[in-house]
């Protein structure tokens, strides 16, 4: 007797979350509304620009470093003698698997001034960029593994630009830190398959001519009911 399973659907759903971005600084342009990979009009040389908002000023998780030129250049920066810029990604948890970091930046020229020593979580990354004056340009990173793991050990991503070792003037419009870890698949209860028999076609032969035997007996042993009429 042949069997016939009947296929049991197992319906896959997703925590289809969005990809969680962070953002420190305000995309504006330098607050002088320069466009992306584009020329800006600091002036290197007063360094007099200061596009900050109230908030970016007042901040403390690295925004305050958004929108000056040139950030931490002792004798011209807003921050006074600091060299250091530290940016604070906080509460990332702890589940990263994929990510980027885009930062906008302006006017780096490593090969002429010198590259900035820049590190998230401490790691080193590669910062000599050669965008060439009065040009801005975002440049994108993909986390490393090691990055990764650094956040997961601490739930937060902290960037360092130090410039001690460069006399190039730059600024600096937001960073951008997206999450890209791929969304948990869930699995619903497994449905047990079923399996049910299927008669063959002698067995429906076999079952009619037992069928119409019990009707034939049935027939014959009716007696005629006199209704009288
Ligand atoms: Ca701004
Ligand atoms: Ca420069
Ligand atoms: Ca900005």
């Known amino acids: 007797m042949r069997i016939v399973s009947i296929l049991a659907l197992l319906a896959l759903t997703s925590g289809s979350a969005a990809a969680a971005v962070y953002q420190i ?4 342009g330098y607050g002088a ?9 600091f002036d290197g040389f007063s360094a007099d620009h200061d596009g900050r908002s109230a908030a970016e000023k007042l901040a403390t998780d690295g925004a305050q470093y958004t929108d000056t030129y040139s950030t931490t250049h002792p004798g011209f920066s807003p921050h006074g003698l600091e060299t250091v810029a530290t940016f604070h990604f906080g509460g990332l948890g702890t589940h ?12 780096f020229q490593a090969s002429e001034f010198g590259a900035v020593a820049a590190a998230f979580n401490g790691i080193t990354q590669d910062f000599a960029f050669d965008d060439g004056y009065t040009k801005t340009a975002v440049h994108s990173f993909v986390l490393s593994d090691a990055v ?39 699995m619903p209860p497994r449905i047990e398959t079923v399996a049910l028999p299927v008669p063959e076609p002698e067995t429906y032969l076999m079952l009619l001519a037992g069928l119409a035997l019990l009707s034939f007996t049935y027939r014959r042993n009716i007696k005629p009911v006199n209704l009288g009429i």
């Open 25 to 28: 600084g305000d995309n504006d």
């Open 33 to 41: 509304a320069i466009c992306d990979n584009c020329s800006h009009s």
């Open 96 to 107: 990263w698997t994929s990510g980027k970091l885009e930062i906008d930046l302006a006017d």
């Open 148 to 186: 990764l793991n650094s956040i997961n050990a601490t739930g937060e991503l902290i960037i360092t630009i130090d410039r001690n070792n460069s006399s190039d003037f730059y600024g600096i419009d937001y960073l951008k830190l997206t999450d890209l870890t791929e969304p948990v698949m869930f």
